[in-house]
């Protein structure tokens, strides 16, 4: 009777697992089935062993820009923007690890690692002292990599930059073991492909990225949504070390040290942008910072007229 019971068991969770497993290979194939951010083997470099994706446009001093860190994310952010910049720069932007159409490998995703592609990038391309636009979390990736090797850097330009004190939390044993739920082939991937649904990044647009709620965004939502599945949906092992807080760094005495020129630029209706601004300039008085009204985490998206403006009034 008890192995009865025992095999029952075990053959249902080999059901369930096998219906997990056909879910999520299901779900990979149709979030990318309209193929909308195909790349060209010429738009790929090899860094550490990884392909990653990038774009070069127009002429003049350089200017590279970095989009915020999260699986859905890709060069796609700034395709309000880049033409525009490329009319008078030599414009670089490109899908960091883990987002977009490069690798996505399963490893610890961290600030220095970024921070060491970004550097990395730079000299590979021979890019002269460029001018670094960074969205959200890479705010600390552009800050650290100047810090790690000053006068690589221009200038420095930060949308909507996330609080200093929350760049200073560290994992603890709730975050790690949230990492290692996310990092599971099976069951974190199972997880990642609910938080990473369309509606829940329609969702995303109209809560968090936008002050509109009812901007017209369907194509921003499809493109997100093929972005976060690229790769077999391996963007759930960035995911991880996102929520496993493996991302942050300390950055209080980089920028209290830092002598490259800053700008912020802040969406006016994102709840903290007062304190997140504070928390900044109490750090390094020389920073500057303009908030944009009526947007919030993505101005370069909802109002890239503006944030163009902010932007070439403090390179040029």
């Not at 329609?202 to 499809?222: C, G, I, M, Q, T």
């Not at 759930?236 to 020129?261: C, E, F, Q, W």
Request: hydrophobic letters at 40%; glycine letters at 6%; aromatic letters at 12%.
């Amino acid at each position: 009777m008890k192995q009865n019971k025992l095999l029952r068991t075990i053959c249902s969770c080999a059901l369930f697992a096998g219906a997990m497993y056909a879910f999520n290979k299901f779900y990979c194939m149709y979030a990318v089935r309209k193929h909308k951010l195909s790349a060209r083997s010429e738009n790929f470099f090899t860094w550490r062993g990884l392909r990653i994706y990038y774009r070069r446009k127009g002429s003049g001093s350089p200017v590279l820009l970095l989009h915020a860190i999260h699986p859905a994310a890709s060069t796609y952010e700034w395709n309000e923007i880049e033409e525009r910049l490329a009319a008078n720069h030599t414009v670089y932007s490109l899908d960091l690890p883990g987002c977009g159409r490069s690798d996505k490998p399963k490893i610890l995703y961290t600030n220095f690692f970024f921070s060491a592609l970004v550097k990395d990038f730079i000299k590979t391309m021979s890019i002269n002292n460029p001018v670094v636009v960074a969205s959200n979390l890479t705010a600390a990736t552009a800050v650290m990599a100047e810090a790690y090797e000053p006068g690589l850097i221009r200038k420095i330009v930060l949308i909507s930059p996330p609080s200093a004190a929350s760049l200073a939390e560290i994992p603890d044993g709730w975050s790690k073991l949230l990492m290692k739920i996310m990092n599971n082939p099976l069951f974190g991937l199972f997880i990642y492909n609910l938080l990473s649904s369309k509606p829940q990044i329609d969702y995303a647009f109209s809560e968090r990225y936008f002050y509109n709620p009812f901007h017209d965004n369907e194509e921003l939502v499809d493109l997100y949504f093929e972005s976060a599945q690229l790769g077999y949906g391996n963007g759930h092992y960035l995911y991880g070390s996102m929520i496993g807080k493996y991302l942050n760094i300390n950055v209080d005495y980089a920028v209290t040290n830092l002598r490259t020129p800053v700008k912020i630029i802040e969406g006016g209706a994102i709840g903290d942008a007062d304190q997140v601004i504070h928390e900044w300039t109490s750090l390094n008085s020389s920073i500057e910072a303009v908030v944009i009204p009526h947007t919030k985490q993505l101005p370069q998206l909802e109002e890239p007229g503006k944030v163009l403006d902010e932007i070439r009034s403090f390179i040029d």
